[in-house]
């Protein structure tokens, strides 16, 4: 019982699910989609289950504003 506690903790420390992502990263499905999709956040897919490294999607939202303004500078 502790073990899997243990192992719970670990995959809440160090992945985030799919919806989980998006509600951090504040951005649409699709979005998210094209991101996985151009290698931009690496997918984990063990059977049906799918999950994202949580520091990939860290950077990406510590990133974010940068890649706004080198981007859509007219967007401001």
Known sequence: MERQ???RELLDREFLSR??????????KQCFHSLVARGKITKI???SAVLFYRY???HRKNIAPELFEKYRPYQR
Do not use: R
């Open 5 to 7: 506690k243990q192992l």
């Open 19 to 28: 919806q989980e992502a998006i509600d951090y990263l504040d951005i649409s």
């Open 45 to 47: 897919k063990k059977g």
């Open 56 to 58: 990939e999607i860290e």
